[in-house]
């Protein structure tokens, strides 16, 4: 096929590569070493480069030749050879976990730089050109977080949102929203934006010794929107993983019975709206986009009506019969909550506060908290995408990956969230991955662009290769196919042209 000639720049990709060290092997598809591959877009034609992060993490397990750092679902143990005091004082070291710098999720950029991004307080400088891995950066040094997400938002003036998980500092839980700026002083500019990070303000949570877990959170225009769900890290257990020999995964426990908290801050004044909104449990990875109307905040999310998504992604549960034995018990959702900010404070009790045309509710409660039901959208999506222009504005289209029963995705789609009408782009034992959408420079609607996702086949005939779809009318515009094993991955980014080339000058 033929590209358009406005695509010019580098698609990134990170996600988990390598599984097996010399003789050990990691139990969860995703601790695995991350590898990067990039797709660069250059006068009609696409060059491909993968790579593996030299995370600090990646360097000591090469050079001990087995697993030697922990990840989330893979406890590693020190030197079998080593006197007993060396391990007694291993064990006591693991109690606060040092966390790894294998960030094998996502992509972030952070002032003129690029990042490869984990769940930990970890992040890695790369090069978006060559790959190359550059410095360690360590949040918990500019701010007090432990964990921190892979997903940020980006302001209009390129500043970073992102959240993390203080664990039990000075006597308390609570997740920190902070923002990292796109730019330093003039008179600073050897000096890392980091060190202008600004906390935007912290929400206690629910529990001292159980914090939820989240991996994204949304945006609108005045608002930032943090869900606490029922599924929870226990930090005591955290703490004596290392000594009972188990992972961290086996730390986190979901509560069906228990609610969902919706948190929502106002960015201007940094405060947390004070009335109560709940729906039921559920647990969500994705956020996919946010706005508001008419007094009330719309959300639309991913969730999932248990948490057996990640048990899937143990390697045992991969092996070739995998279509067959990994089903999901639960599909995933797309749901829209739509939640009256301003409503009038004498309604009855019992009454449904949302006045927008929608079947998503938000019922007065006796004491005064406000339960949320949604309006489901569409079943079977994940890895939402949209045009991020659109970002914290009333939108339509979301590009996602289709999964139907098993976990692994089958099909990209495009789903119009205002006529529920979906197109889709599959083919026999292609796998996608998470679709990105890109606009054309002189995009006049929303879907003015292309659509771009890596494709891995289990056709031993058929090479791997990176699609472009017309974004308007899913058709194929192009594909390269890349004669190497490429992976499955995560996430990603489209850096254009003219941004790629500002950081190499």
Known sequence: ???????????????????????????????GLALLHSFTFKNGEVYYRSKYLRSDTYNCNIEA????????????????CKNIFAKAFSYLSHTIPE????????????????????ETNFIRKINPQTLETLEKVDYSKYVAVNLATSHPHYDSAGNVLNMGTSIVDKGKTKYVLFKIPSSVPEREKKKSCFKHLEVVCSIPSHSLLHPSYYHSFGLSENYII????????????MATAYIRGVNWASCLAYNKDDKTWFHFIDRKTKKEVSTKFYTDAFVVFHHINAYEEDGHII????????????????????????????????????????????????????????????????VKEKDGNIYCQPEVLCEGIELPHINYDYNGKKYKYVFATKVQWSPVPTQIAKFNTQTKEMLQWGQNHCWPSEPIFVPSPDAKEEDDGVVLTCVVTSDPKEAPFLLVLDAKTFTELGRATVNVDMHLDLHGMFIPERVVKTETE
């Open 1 to 31: 096929g033929q590209l358009p000639t406005w695509l010019q720049g580098i698609l990134l990709r990170n996600g988990p590569g390598m599984h097996t060290i010399g003789e050990s092997r990691y139990n969860h598809w995703f601790d």
């Open 65 to 80: 030749n087995r697993i030697v750092v922990s990840e989330f679902g893979t406890m590693a143990y020190p030197d079998p």
């Open 99 to 118: 966390f790894t710098d294998n960030c094998l999720i996502n992509i972030m950029k952070a002032g003129d730089d690029f990042y490869a991004t984990g």
């Open 226 to 237: 943090f869900i606490e769900q029922p599924f929870r890290l226990d930090i005591v257990k």
């Open 299 to 362: 959300f639309d999310l991913i969730s999932y009506a248990d948490n057996s998504l990640y048990d899937m992604f143990y390697l045992k549960n991969l092996g070739k019969d995998f279509e067959e034995n990994v089903k999901l018990t639960s599909i995933p959702t797309c749901k829209r909550f739509v939640v009256p900010l301003q409503y009038d404070k004498d309604a009855e009790v019992g009454s449904n506060l949302v006045r927008l045309a929608s079947t998503a509710t938000a």
